[in-house]
């Protein structure tokens, strides 16, 4: 049985008060059982949230990293500087990063190999642009970024979760239907089998993120290979993504 796991991603929302005031109600509304949740705030409260979660099950996550361990890279945060505040898992491939930031395939994999090497739980997201789909080529992009990942390096399945994120999902307020998210979800368990093996695949877990919100988290969520959400909009109101968190519950 995989454990559902949501995830909030807040991305460049939020001030110090108000992230706080958020993971408090997080915390506050997050099951004891039965559910895995976790928020992911900017770097710089990442502090201050980690005080505000104290003593809770709610896992604190980064929204990105840098695959160097130390050293001239101004701006950057290593993988050790978030485990010092308490991160738990790190995202890589968010959309954003690979569209408007630019990152490279060959980038997303260093960073990619890096969290997993940390000892951090992994939420690498892969995702078509609406193109892709138009063109049949969802799967074929999907597999391509699942390819980022090094499976002899990358052998605790509990340490990874995949974040299925249509581009044309995200923050869009149109999320891909049940049957949409479900046939890429198989898909990709299907992959992790061929390159893993199967009881790997089994264990994964496979979240879906675009849109994801109160109305149509409950069908989403009861789709057989659909293991959780990655939230965006609807994780920055505790209402929201409380409901969501419930629903997976
Ligand atoms: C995301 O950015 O990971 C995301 C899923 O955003 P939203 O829920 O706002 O579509």
């Not at 003593?55 to 840098?66: R, T």
């Not at 090497?117 to 078509?128: K, P, Y």
Request: aromatic residues 8%.
């Amino acid at each position: 049985m995989r454990t559902k796991f949501i995830a909030g991603n807040w991305k460049m929302n939020t001030n110090k008060a108000s992230a706080i005031e958020l993971a408090k109600g997080v915390v506050k509304g997050t099951p004891s059982s039965g559910v895995d949740v976790g928020i992911a705030p900017p770097f710089v409260y990442l502090d201050a949230v980690n005080q505000a979660i104290a003593g809770s099950n709610v896992l604190l996550g980064a929204q990105d990293c840098c695959a160097e361990k130390n050293g001239a890279f101004t701006g950057a945060c290593s993988l050790e500087m978030l485990k010092d505040l308490g991160v738990k898992f790190c995202l890589t491939g968010h959309s954003e990063r690979r569209h408007f930031f630019m990152e490279p395939s060959d980038l997303v994999a260093k960073k990619a190999a890096a969290v997993y090497a940390s000892g951090l739980m992994l939420i690498h997201c892969v995702g078509e642009k609406i193109e892709e789909r138009d063109a049949g080529k969802t799967f074929a992009v999907v597999q391509a970024q699942l390819g980022e990942l090094n499976p002899a390096a990358t052998q605790d399945a509990q340490r990874l979760v995949i974040a299925y994120e249509p581009v044309w999902a995200i923050g869009t307020g149109r999320n891909a239907t049940d049957a949409q998210a479900q046939e890429v979800h198989a898909f990709i368990r299907d992959f992790l089998g061929k390159r893993w093996n199967k009881n790997f695949a089994d264990q994964v877990r496979i979240q879906y993120g675009g849109s994801m919100k109160p109305e149509n988290a409950k069908g989403l969520l009861t789709q057989s290979d659909v293991d959780g959400g990655l939230i965006g909009g609807a994780s920055l109101k505790t209402d929201s993504f409380l409901a969501i968190v419930n629903a997976a519950k």
